[in-house]
């Protein structure tokens, strides 16, 4: 059982990783940056709780705060560059964060311990959960009802306005420009609340781990952020909880009889998928059936059905 | 209204547009011909600021805009259209209208209900642009699916949806079939009624002869002649250009 509940852990934070991922994906931009955000999250909530003595929600609050404005001053220079210059340069902050808690040691004597960040060690002894007696299903309750949240709340954005001029700038910059779309504005809006969410991803993961060390925010998670968006398809956000799922939950835990076969497998899955389901695992024909089953008439957008004359 | 002064843009050694002067006014039609390459859609893209000028103003309601990125020209009041069609393929007919509201008047609406809801005026104005262009049937479908002369309609439609007092449509009718063109004349003959200043560039010469008011010629960046259609028509200078002068055939 405490299998799956640490399993249910790592989908639930991975998720809101995918999902600040997929926020910057849907105005067309790849960002590599969504690790470093995710490590400010992590460093910025594990020090609220550990050093201030925060309770976890505050904590995480101004984490997601932190990491969102931090993502927002990185958006204005870095979403001047297009395409491959863009990777490059998000890759290269998502490294820098990295340095920089490889280098950070602050530490603050507690009885016979000393706590904090301490440089390549990381930062141990972040024990929010055991000392306030949260149980590991009380912890996966909790990541859940944010996961579910943030869902809820990037489900509700993008059927507004300014989920329809977020795609619109993903799909064509020049035309968004030229019917009046500020798409500085709009990248850098997308790239910060990208921030606010893989601060709380980071937060919550420093909190369940107990232990956040630089290595643990390399490239390797940058590239998992942005293969979950893309592996489950922008049609929706469901498409990335289903790619973490099916990354997270099948690919590297179900997949472990294999031994090292799984990494070969791994890559060839991942091509697989793709190579089948060029538009993500849920595509817009599949969510459009999903969306006809649950919803029975009323279809999306509910909008416009009223208006149509004739219709 | 529109008013482009000493109109300059060079792409390194190449003379885009030279030198150009124009003038649109108000409830005017403009056609703007000249044979491929004598720098039309260099001209729309210098308006709406897609690039920046070599030298020369565009000046705007008395306003010089030169300077102005092109999400303020088009909250301004300056909406075009693409020659090659630039829709967003992926979002509906509705959607696409509802992204281009961003007229100066459409953005003091109350930001959240403005990027969050959809308010009713909104709605009502979407639906209004949506019946002017024969769309409303197809408003739930995606962009991308529409047939070719609708998607030429719906890019219309977009330009229109954000209330411009000027609209630069880049060959509107390429592409269509007979019919559809007497419909696009007669919509560009409903907008001009209605105090809409158009800029027009076509191929299709009965078209721009038909509706224009006025018809100016490029040819290699700069204008040759401006008029009435029919002195336009018979210019010897349009002639040569067109078809070449006695020396060179």
Sequence with gaps: MDFYLGLAQIIGVHTLLGLSAYCVLLTGQVSLAQAGFFAIGAYVAGMLTVLAGWALVPALLVAALVSGLVACAVGFPALRVKGLMLVVATTAFGEAVRLFFFNFTYQVDAGNLKLGPHGAEGFRQIRYFPENGWSTLDVVIFIWTVVALVMAALWWLDRSRAGAVMRAVGEDELAAQSTGINITAVKVSAMTIGGLIAGIGGGIFAHYTTHIEHVQFGVALATFAIAYPILGGLSSVFGTLLAVIFIQGFLIEGLRFMGDWRNLLFGGLIVLAMNVRPRGLLDPRASALLRRLFAGRRQAPPLSRKEAPGA | ?249
């Design chain 2, 1 to 249: 209204m529109l008013e482009l002064q000493g109109l300059t843009k060079h792409f390194g050694g190449v003379r885009a547009v030279h030198d150009l002067q124009l003038q649109v006014r108000q409830g005017e039609v403009l056609g703007l011909i000249g044979p491929n390459g004598s720098g039309k859609s260099t001209t729309v893209n210098l308006i709406c600021g897609l690039f920046p000028l070599t030298s020369g103003r565009v000046i705007f309601n008395g306003q010089d805009i030169s300077d102005r990125p092109p999400h303020e020209r088009v909250a301004l009041g300056i909406a075009r259209t693409f020659q090659n069609i630039r829709l967003f393929g992926q979002l509906t007919v509705w959607q696409n209208l509802w992204v281009a509201q961003n007229s100066a008047e459409q953005r003091r609406q109350n930001p959240a209900k403005r990027w969050l809801g959809g308010g009713g005026s909104t709605r009502e104005q979407i639906g209004r642009v949506l019946e002017f262009f024969d769309l409303a049937h197809k408003c739930d479908e995606l962009a991308g699916s529409l047939a070719f002369g609708e998607q030429r309609r719906l890019e219309f439609a977009r330009a229109f949806a954000s209330s411009p007092s000027m609209l630069l449509l880049d060959e509107p009718a390429a592409g269509m079939n007979a019919e559809e063109i007497d419909q696009l004349d007669a919509r560009i003959r409903k907008l001009r009624e209605d105090g809409m200043s158009i800029l027009l560039i076509e191929h299709h010469v009965e078209l721009v002869m038909s509706v224009a008011d006025r018809v100016a010629v490029l040819n290699f960046g700069q204008k040759i002649a401006d008029g009435p259609p029919a002195d336009v028509q018979n210019d010897a200078g349009v002639r040569a250009a067109y078809l070449g002068t006695a020396a060179t055939a």
